[in-house]
């Protein structure tokens, strides 16, 4: 199969992840190794979750560089990777709260408006946004709790769906984070909308 035509699942790299998990658990249950199979699955939902986090810390912290580099001056891309990017990501969002905290204003009004609109006229984006900072919050509990011990609540359907629906959140930071014309006229970010409808992500992206 070539890469055009993989599947949902083989493109994404946290799917694939799950669906291996998964496979090994089929296998140890055909093997009647129940209990390893067992065990096996208490661990699939955290390593989702780890996972999920840090590809999507990856996705949005590279939308950001993308959003200097194309400017072609180095200089502007050094300063934003050491002072807005390295080591900074955990500031975005206020995680312990599960809301988006400093990320609405972090890019001026244009974001800060359009994260409006969204919430406003596209309730299924709210969802998207909270499954994002469920995620992003749990994945600090874990790492700085006792993993070994520690579970989550709800199946690994459950969390996949709620992988989904983040990945959905991230498409939109994506859109919105596009990089913008030298200039650009005020009020309302139509163009951004425009170029990727959030509303519409809900509809048509195939998960």
């Known amino acids: 199969m070539s890469s055009s035509e993989k599947s949902p699942t083989e493109k994404d790299p946290i799917l694939r992840l799950v669906a291996e998990h998964q496979d090994a658990c089929e296998f140890l249950r055909e093997s009647h190794q129940l209990s390893y199979a067992i065990a096996l699955e208490r661990e699939v939902s955290k390593a989702l979750v780890l996972g999920a986090a840090s590809y999507f810390e990856k996705r949005i912290t590279t939308f950001i560089a993308a959003m200097t580099t194309h400017l072609g001056d180095t200089r502007v891309t050094a300063l934003v990777r ?74 690994t359907e459950e969390w996949i769906t709620k ?45």
């Open 82 to 155: 050491l002072k807005a990017i390295k080591r900074q990501y955990h500031t975005y969002f206020a995680w312990d709260k599960r809301k988006l905290g400093p990320f609405k204003t972090l890019f001026g009004d244009i974001v800060a408006d359009a994260l409006k609109k969204l919430t406003r006229e596209h309730p299924t984006f709210k969802l998207d946004q909270d499954a994002f900072l469920e995620i992003g919050q749990l994945r600090n509990v874990l790492v700085h709790s006792n993993f070994a011990t520690h579970t989550l609540d709800g199946t």
């Open 163 to 207: 992988y989904k629906s983040a990945s959905r959140f991230v498409d939109c930071v994506e859109a919105l984070l596009a990089p913008l014309p030298r200039t650009i006229s005020p009020g309302p970010p139509k163009r951004i909308l425009r170029r990727q409808k959030p509303g519409d992500n809900h509809r048509h992206v195939k998960r």
